[in-house]
Structure formats: structure tokens, C-alpha cells
């Protein structure tokens, strides 16, 4: 780029009118062009801060910087305590934390923060048995449905008709309700302490049906003595109960 004139000539002017009314000399003065320099601006919604690479950007503090014409800039995002990164928008684009850029241009990018989700926790546990007086024996089966729904069986006395009659219980939990009362299968029980009642494996359905083996008493009728029958029992709760979902 021209910087000056001397001689016959002054100024910065690229043009210099000379009048020869005598012998005149004239030199000019040229100098390399600063390189073109081409702004990144940045803008942040939510929580979290933008750097670039080569150094410039450090956004939230310093949200604009000029690179050379033709640069490569890589953006890289990272979200506060409590959010996420969600995105990018002008000229970034996708969801993946970083971005790189040719600055041939003036470019303008935005990132997206938004809250994350709370992190997963368990819930204080729950006493299921149906009375605290008396001891949980034999197996307990529990079954999660494809909706979310889940039941639990156990064995256990309840005092009626005697403290050494056990039965099998069974508990339902309702996704984003909470537990039912636990409730008695009918005609399962024994006194014998050896015997167990709950056998195989308990399952249940989407339409909120569970199935399982339960281990009946001998009947007095029966025409060779026996400890019990191994039977199937099935039990449907209406899908209503969990409309809420």
C-alpha cells in the first residue's frame, strides 16, 4: 500500500499532479497492507461460557474478537453448574459442543443453555409388609410392567385365624401414584414352617395383569395325602387407576 509521496510530490494521495517547469524527481513510498480482519461475535442464552481457539473469545466477559481473513476458529461450549448445553444458532449450527468456523466474513454465533435435569435419586423406603408384628418368610417375587407399573408378593402371618397361619400378600405400585394397600390371594396359606407358598416366578403385563405360582394347602377331601398343589393365579387391576399417567 502506498504510505507517502517525496520529492516533487507530498501527501498520502495515491495521485501527485507535477508541473515540469524544471527538472523534477518524485519517489513514493509503499508499505506491505495490515491483514484483513474479520469479527466473531458471540451471544449466550442461559448459563455458560464460549472460548475460542486461537484465544479471543471468552464469552461471558469478552463476547467479540477479530481473527485474520481466512482464520479457522473452533468454539467450544461449556455449561454452567446446573445447566446444559442445548445448541447453537447463526452461524453455528447442531448440538454438539464444539464449532469451527472460517472467517472469510463477519460471523455472528449464538449458544443455548438450558437447565438440566435434576439428577435421579431414590425414594425413602417403604415399609410393604402388611403388619410389622410379624416376620416376612419364604420368598418374595416382584414383577415390573412395561408401563412403569410393578407388584410384590411375599409370605407372611397376620395373626388371623392363628399367629402360625402364613399367607402370600401382595402390594401393587401405580407409576407416578405411589402403593396400593396390600392385600391377601385368596386360598393360599399353610402352618407348616417348611412349606412355601410362592414358587416359580411373578409376572405382569401392560394391561396391568400379574401371574404367578402360589403353593396351595392339601384339601381334606383329596383322595391321597398330599402337602399342597402348585396352581396359577392371575389378577387384573383396571388400566383407569393409572389414567393420570
Given at each position: 500500500m502506498?504510505?507517502?509521496?517525496?520529492?516533487?510530490?507530498?501527501?498520502?494521495?495515491t495521485?501527485c499532479?507535477?508541473?515540469?517547469?524544471?527538472a523534477?524527481?518524485?519517489?513514493?513510498?509503499?508499505?506491505?497492507?495490515?491483514?484483513?480482519?474479520r469479527?466473531?461475535?458471540?451471544?449466550?442464552?442461559?448459563?455458560?461460557?464460549?472460548?475460542?481457539?486461537?484465544?479471543g473469545?471468552d464469552?461471558?466477559?469478552?463476547?467479540?474478537?477479530?481473527f485474520?481473513?481466512?482464520?479457522?476458529?473452533?468454539?467450544?461450549?461449556?455449561?454452567?453448574?446446573?445447566?446444559?448445553?442445548?445448541?447453537?444458532?447463526?452461524?453455528?449450527?447442531?448440538?454438539?459442543?464444539?464449532?469451527?468456523?472460517t472467517?472469510?466474513a463477519?460471523r455472528?454465533?449464538?449458544?443455548?443453555?438450558?437447565?438440566?435435569?435434576?439428577?435421579?435419586?431414590?425414594?425413602?423406603?417403604?415399609?410393604?409388609?402388611?403388619?410389622?408384628?410379624?416376620?416376612?418368610?419364604g420368598r418374595?417375587?416382584?414383577?415390573?410392567s412395561?408401563t412403569g407399573?410393578?407388584?410384590?408378593?411375599?409370605?407372611?402371618?397376620?395373626?388371623?385365624?392363628?399367629?402360625?397361619?402364613?399367607?402370600?400378600?401382595?402390594?401393587?405400585?401405580?407409576?407416578?401414584?405411589g402403593?396400593?394397600?396390600?392385600?391377601?390371594?385368596?386360598?393360599?396359606?399353610?402352618?407348616?414352617?417348611?412349606?412355601?407358598?410362592?414358587e416359580?416366578?411373578?409376572?405382569?403385563d401392560?394391561?396391568?395383569t400379574a401371574?404367578?405360582?402360589?403353593?396351595?394347602?392339601?384339601?381334606?377331601?383329596?383322595?391321597?395325602?398330599?402337602?399342597?398343589a402348585?396352581?396359577?393365579?392371575?389378577r387384573?387391576?383396571?388400566?383407569?387407576?393409572?389414567?393420570?399417567?
Amino acid at each position: 500500500m502506498l504510505t507517502g509521496w517525496g520529492g516533487a510530490c507530498t501527501g498520502a494521495g495515491t495521485t501527485c499532479t507535477v508541473t515540469m517547469n524544471q527538472a523534477r524527481s518524485a519517489s513514493a513510498t509503499f508499505a506491505a497492507a495490515p491483514p484483513v480482519q474479520r469479527t466473531l461475535s458471540v451471544s449466550l442464552s442461559g448459563s455458560g461460557v464460549v472460548r475460542s481457539q486461537p484465544v479471543g473469545i471468552d464469552c461471558g466477559s469478552t463476547c467479540a474478537a477479530s481473527f485474520g481473513d481466512g482464520a479457522s476458529v473452533v468454539l467450544t461450549a461449556t455449561a454452567a453448574a446446573g445447566q446444559r448445553f442445548t445448541g447453537w444458532n447463526g452461524a453455528c449450527s447442531g448440538s454438539t459442543a464444539t464449532c469451527t468456523l472460517t472467517m472469510s466474513a463477519d460471523r455472528t454465533v449464538g449458544a443455548i443453555f438450558a437447565a438440566a435435569p435434576a439428577a435421579p435419586s431414590w425414594q425413602t423406603p417403604l415399609l410393604l409388609e402388611t403388619n410389622n408384628d410379624y416376620n416376612v418368610s419364604g420368598r418374595v417375587l416382584t414383577a415390573i410392567s412395561p408401563t412403569g407399573d410393578a407388584i410384590v408378593m411375599w409370605e407372611q402371618a397376620d395373626g388371623t385365624p392363628t399367629i402360625d397361619t402364613r399367607k402370600v400378600f401382595s402390594r401393587r405400585y401405580v407409576a407416578d401414584q405411589g402403593w396400593d394397600a396390600a392385600v391377601a390371594v385368596p386360598g393360599v396359606t399353610t402352618t407348616s414352617s417348611s412349606a412355601a407358598l410362592l414358587e416359580g416366578r411373578l409376572f405382569m403385563d401392560a394391561s396391568g395383569t400379574a401371574t404367578g405360582c402360589a403353593r396351595t394347602s392339601r384339601r381334606a377331601a383329596s383322595p391321597r395325602p398330599r402337602a399342597g398343589a402348585t396352581r396359577s393365579f392371575r389378577r387384573r387391576w383396571p388400566r383407569a387407576r393409572s389414567a393420570a399417567r
